[in-house]
């Protein structure tokens, strides 16, 4: 497998998305000589799915790539185009409509076999990255519908936090981050959570789990009933492939 | 009814829970006559349920009200301790848990048939607020839980957004709050979301829905395919009674 998880689109300064990991977006493309991608823009919700094929089309235009990057709602027959995909791309937005309509449209078992059987390139960003997880349940996204889905494509065996942040509005009582994922940590007391700051991502090459940073924020991994851990690109977290849910 | 749902539990400088809304307290509780209240602590992680129970009792103490907190989690048979309950108050801490664990406790027909047919007085803040609402669809909590619950207690109309704050992280990619709640329009457009910020609350005595702020800040309403509107706590907010979702 290879696949690309990233926090989130843009950071400060990035005219494309994904420009932060440019990259190891060649690289992966290169590697694995896709052409013709899927872009799975189910989560967009305030922007057309079309206008978002547009945009990634744009970043892969802009890094040179001789790539076909198609939107998967275009599609006649979904599972199909999956099947016949060289790449899947999904997009940021928000992760529970894209969740359900994976589910909804059968696609769990077709992006899976693709990815981990087939060995077909993924990225994800934002919420394409919370879907990789076992489980939705470390998104930051508000449940928009009513049919909620929470069990997602677990194409690693670990819950991501992305957009993860320290920061919070001054004053503000609402609940931190790290608040929130203590609580994720207190119901689920064997499943370790890793927060990816904007601008960084984590890369699974055939069963090799890295992680990239483009600012030089590290990864902080949060464990029940244990201080969190930063970990920097220069470290190893494989060990976080050892991990089941 | 007699219904307050506070954005949240405290603001800069207070010392108790529900400190903010201190008069609104005094006044429910000597016009119902309250004396035994039972705290549903369900939504409180990261301490101890006997803890958040004490803290609230602190509160009628200070507010030199005669009246005694018990924790539904120490109730025997929780149904009838909600039929017997004079009061309900309900914390904040994860709405999910909270939600979840009403519906498997069969509390939901008992609390609906005590605040709504009985009259029996209901304070709320945060998740508390939340599971007001026909659903916790505009909560702000991750949700830790796996079987996720999402139709909720109906006590009011429509849906809130508390701890509603325009404030972002500074940098941060991540979604405004206004953005999560337009995406929330977009997927369902006959909801409006009322945004309480943290230190407001809204009442419902007998029919009747007023708001009111602690710091003067105004409810913000959102409805699709329309601009926000401000309220001030001196303007009608009647209309949101004639929602129905």
New interface residues.
């Given amino acids: 497998m290879d696949i690309l998880l990233l926090s989130?689109?843009?950071?400060?300064g990035n005219q494309h998305v994904m420009e932060f990991a440019s990259d190891a977006v060649v690289e992966q493309i290169k590697r694995t000589g896709a052409k013709n991608l899927v872009l799975i823009p189910y989560a967009v919700?305030?922007s057309s799915h079309d206008d978002r094929v547009a945009l990634v089309q744009e970043t892969f235009d802009a890094l040179g790539l001789d790539c076909k990057v198609t939107g998967l709602h275009r599609a006649e027959d979904p599972v199909k185009a999956i099947q016949e995909a060289e790449g899947i791309l999904v997009s940021g937005?928000?992760t529970w409509?894209l969740n359900k309509t994976l589910h909804d449209l059968g696609l769990v078992g077709p992006i899976r076999k693709a990815v981990l059987d087939q060995g077909i390139p993924y990225i994800g960003w934002?919420a394409g990255t919370n879907i990789a997880c076992p489980?939705?349940?470390?998104?930051?996204?508000?449940?928009?519908?009513?049919?909620?889905v929470?069990?997602s494509l677990n194409l690693v065996p670990f819950q991501i936090n992305p957009?993860y942040?320290e920061?919070?509005?001054?004053?503000?009582?609402?609940?931190t981050r790290d608040?929130?994922?203590?609580?994720?940590l207190?119901?689920?007391q064997y499943e370790p959570v890793v927060g990816i700051p904007?601008g960084t991502w984590l890369h699974l090459l055939n069963g090799e789990l890295s992680y990239h940073t483009a600012n030089g924020k590290p990864l902080k991994l949060f464990s029940h009933g244990e201080d969190p851990v930063y970990y920097t690109a220069e470290q190893s977290v494989q060990f976080l492939m050892a991990h089941s849910c």
């Fill in positions: 989130n689109g843009k950071i400060a919700i305030r937005g928000n409509v934002s489980t939705i349940r470390t998104t930051n996204d508000m449940p928009i519908i009513t049919g909620a929470l069990s957009h942040l920061a919070n509005v001054e004053g503000h009582m609402g609940e608040e929130r994922i203590q609580e994720f207190e119901v689920n904007e």
